[in-house]
Every structure is written in structure tokens, then in C-alpha cells.
């Protein structure tokens, strides 16, 4: 059975940093694309930026050069690194992990709220 858990999330000021993490379990972890999504009140969930198994990465607009995402394949776990972090980053993180259309897991989020 497949398991994704995210830790790590809490309040931050603006500007501040804040780490997430995802543990996987049950799955072949190096051979999929690991991705973090975030979802706001009343908005859809949107992504973040994704990391391949060769350690390619991809970040959206709204978050290049502030987020930064690692994976540890012996550890089976990813992180979110979230500096300069603002109000609008203010969401529920998600956790992803997909090899195809048939083999697409979620976590069960973790709330990150930026606000003085």
C-alpha cells in the first residue's frame, strides 16, 4: 500500500523559511516523479514544482527562486525548501507521486500559513 506523509508545516512570518518533507513508503520511489502541490481556500490545487528520479527539477513562476526541491532516493522522502516565503504562499502542501496515469498518489497535505 502506498504512503505519502508530509511533515513540517506551521506559521511563518512573511520573508521567513520553512521546510516540508514527504515520506514514501510502498512504492518504487527512485522511479518516480515527486511533486509538491499547493491548494488555497477557495482556489484549486495548483503546482508547485516537481523533482525526477535523475533529479531533474521544475518550479512555477510563483515560486522560482524561493523554493527549492531535494529528494533523498535511499531515504525514500522529498523536501520543500520555501524561502522569502509570502502571504500568498499561504496554502495546504501536497505531496505527489506519479508514474503514469494508473500510479498517482497523493498525501494528505500540510498547512503552511505565512502571516506577521
Known amino acids: 500500500q502506498v504512503q505519502l506523509v508530509e511533515s513540517g508545516g506551521g506559521l511563518v512570518q512573511p520573508g521567513g523559511s520553512l521546510r516540508i518533507s514527504c515520506a514514501a513508503s510502498g512504492l518504487p520511489f527512485s522511479a518516480y516523479v515527486m511533486g509538491w502541490y499547493r491548494q488555497a481556500p477557495g482556489n484549486q490545487r495548483e503546482l508547485v514544482g516537481f523533482?525526477?528520479?535523475?533529479?531533474?527539477?521544475f518550479y512555477t513562476d510563483a515560486v522560482k527562486g524561493r523554493f527549492t526541491i531535494s529528494r533523498d532516493n535511499a531515504k525514500n522522502t522529498v523536501n520543500l525548501q520555501m524561502d522569502n516565503l509570502k502571504p500568498e504562499d499561504t496554502a495546504v502542501y501536497y505531496c505527489?507521486?506519479?508514474?503514469?496515469?494508473?500510479?498517482?498518489?497523493w498525501g494528505q497535505g500540510t498547512q503552511v500559513t505565512v502571516s506577521s
Open positions: 523533482i525526477t528520479g535523475g533529479f531533474t527539477t
Open positions: 505527489n507521486a506519479y508514474y503514469g496515469t494508473n500510479n498517482n498518489y
